[in-house]
């Protein structure tokens, strides 16, 4: 019972998962720059036409 509960879990995550790529992928994305650390700046436009992964997080 535990494994076809977990199966089903990672099934509904998956789809979950590749609905939103998917809604992602169809909704344009606004150009942005970001400063690096080292004082550089960096846009989204120089990324145009490659898969790019952003992962903003938090930490107090």
């Known amino acids: 019972m ?3 509960l977990r199966r089903a879990r990672f099934i509904v995550f998956l789809i979950g998962t590749l609905l939103v ?7 344009p994305v606004p150009d942005f720059t ?13 990324f145009r036409g490659k898969p790019v992964l952003i992962n903003f997080f938090h930490s107090k």
């Open 2 to 4: 535990r494994i076809l």
């Open 21 to 27: 790529a998917r809604t992602a992928m169809a909704a």
């Open 34 to 46: 970001l400063q690096l650390l080292d004082g550089k700046s960096i846009a989204l436009k120089d």
